[in-house]
C-alpha cells in the first residue's frame, strides 16, 4: 500500500541551528501539507502546498519556515533558526484531492524535532 | 479558525458508548474525523461531503450538520482499541486544513 515516507524519524538540535525535514508524499497526490503537534496537544496546521508554490499558511508559519519540493518527489520544510519553543512533532501529509473536496490525509509517522 | 471538540476527555468501560462533537465557528464544507494513538500519526476514519449525511464505519458511526456547522461521531459498544485521541478535521477557504481541538478517549476493561 502506497504510503508518505518521513524523514529523519527523530532529530535532536541546538537552538539557532537549521533543521531540514524530508517527506515523500504518495506519488499521485497532488496536494502537500505539514503539520506540528507539541506533545499531548492539537495537531496544527503549517502549511499546505499545490502546483511547486504554498497554497495556504498558518500564523505560525513565519519566515523562519519554508517549504520545498525539489523534485519530484520530495518536499521539505526548513527551519533556519530553531527555538526551543519548534521542539514538537511534525507531520507530513498529502491527498488527492483538494479545497473544496479535500480527500483522506494521509501521514507520514512524523519527524520528533527535539531543539536544546 | 480551529474548530472545538467537547469533551476534551472521556474514559469508558468497554461496552459503553461516547458522543464526540465538533463544532466551527465558520461554515464547514466537508467534516473528517482521524484518529490518533499515542505516539502515532492521525488515522482516518471517514469523511462527510454534505449536511445531514450520516455514515458508519464498523460500530463507529458519525453526522454533519451543515446549517449547525457541527459534526458528531459515535462510537458503541466501545472496545479497547477505540483509545485514542480523536480529531475532527476541516477545510477552511482555500486550502487549509484545520483539525479540531482533540478529544482523549480511554476505553478501560
Known amino acids: 500500500e502506497p504510503e508518505v515516507t518521513q524523514t529523519p524519524s527523530h532529530q535532536v538540535t541546538q537552538m539557532g541551528q537549521e533543521v531540514i525535514l524530508r517527506c515523500v508524499p504518495i506519488?499521485?497526490?497532488?496536494?502537500f501539507y505539514w503539520y506540528r503537534q507539541i506533545l499531548g496537544q492539537k495537531v496544527e496546521f503549517l502549511v499546505s502546498?499545490?502546483?511547486?508554490?504554498?497554497?495556504?499558511k498558518s500564523e505560525i508559519f513565519d519566515d523562519q519556515f519554508s517549504v520545498e519540493r525539489p523534485d519530484g518527489s520530495n518536499f521539505t520544510l526548513k527551519i533556519r533558526s530553531t527555538k526551543l519553543e519548534d521542539s514538537a512533532m511534525y507531520f507530513c501529509?498529502?491527498?488527492?484531492?483538494?479545497?473544496?473536496?479535500?480527500?483522506?490525509?494521509?501521514f507520514g509517522e512524523g519527524s520528533r524535532l527535539t531543539v536544546l | 479558525q480551529q474548530p472545538v471538540q467537547s469533551p476534551q476527555a472521556v474514559i469508558l468501560r468497554e461496552g459503553e458508548d461516547a458522543v464526540i462533537n465538533c463544532s466551527s465557528s465558520?461554515?464547514?464544507?466537508?467534516v473528517h474525523w482521524y484518529r490518533q494513538k499515542h505516539g502515532e500519526a492521525p488515522v482516518f476514519l471517514m469523511i462527510?461531503?454534505?449536511?445531514?449525511e450520516q455514515k458508519g464505519h464498523d460500530k463507529i458511526s458519525a453526522s454533519f450538520n451543515e446549517k449547525k456547522q457541527q459534526s458528531s461521531l459515535y462510537l458503541t459498544a466501545s472496545q479497547l482499541s477505540y483509545s485514542g485521541t480523536y480529531f475532527c478535521?476541516?477545510?477552511?477557504?482555500?486550502?487549509?486544513?484545520?483539525f479540531g481541538t482533540g478529544t482523549s478517549l480511554t476505553v478501560i476493561p
Open positions: 502546498f499545490y502546483n511547486n508554490e504554498i497554497s495556504e
Open positions: 506519488s499521485n497526490h497532488l496536494y
Open positions: 501529509a498529502s491527498t488527492q484531492t483538494g479545497p473544496g473536496n479535500t480527500g483522506e490525509l494521509f
Open positions: 478535521g476541516t477545510e477552511l477557504t482555500g486550502n487549509q486544513f484545520y
Open positions: 465558520k461554515a464547514l464544507y466537508s
Open positions: 462527510l461531503l454534505k449536511g445531514g
